[in-house]
């Protein structure tokens, strides 16, 4: 098994469409990338302890690709929004890719060139790839919350959909 860290605003968004892929053993809501220990949902929703919203994604390589993963990252942002994703603004809603070793980061890096390259966006792409720092797992009323708040998440989910099926209509037909 390895391991991906991915940061695309309020992670509630970003646990679904890892979820039930095949390959993907776990994934959990956290926290990673401040300078605090053990943050509470609270402090980070702060904004005093550097702390990103994340995801951690466990898979097998043998069964889905990294690359795959990123593929599927990049569909469920805005990379072109530094300050927050969709209706959640701020440092802790960055989007982000952090990696946990050469390899990664190399395939991190190639993937948002040939996002920018692709045209799909006029402006820059400004996710960054930054090395992995401890990741602290979210209380548990955040773990998998689109399936326990259904209602609360499409509410919170509308915006983020409509940008998507905007930018990634074919991908998703």
């Known amino acids: 098994m390895e391991r991906a860290i991915f940061a695309g605003g ?3 968004c970003m646990i679904q469409p ?3 892929l095949e390959g993907v053993h776990s994934i959990f809501s956290g926290y ?3 300078h605090t220990e053990n943050p509470t949902y609270e402090e980070v929703k702060s904004h ?3 702390h990103t919203e994340a995801v951690e994604i466990i898979f097998d390589p043998e069964k889905i690709s990294y690359e795959d ?3 599927i990252y990049w569909q469920q942002t805005d990379p072109t929004d530094a300050f927050g994703q969709f209706e959640d603004r701020g440092d802790n809603y960055r989007p982000a890719i952090f990696y946990l070793n050469e390899e990664q980061r190399q395939k991190a ?3 948002k060139e040939a996002l920018q390259a692709s045209g799909r966006f006029t402006d820059p792409i400004v996710t ?3 090395p992995a720092q401890p990741f602290y797992l979210a209380e548990e009323e955040h773990q998998e919350y689109y399936k326990k708040n259904p209602e ?6 509308a915006r983020r959909a409509a940008f998507l099926e905007n930018h990634w209509e074919q991908e998703h037909a």
């Open 69 to 71: 993963l990123l593929t």
């Open 128 to 130: 960054t790839i930054e």
């Open 10 to 12: 309020c992670f509630w």
């Open 18 to 20: 890892f979820d039930e």
């Open 152 to 157: 609360n998440f499409a509410r919170n989910h």
């Open 48 to 50: 005093q302890t550097g």
């Open 109 to 111: 890096e190639a993937s």
């Open 32 to 34: 990673t990338a401040g």
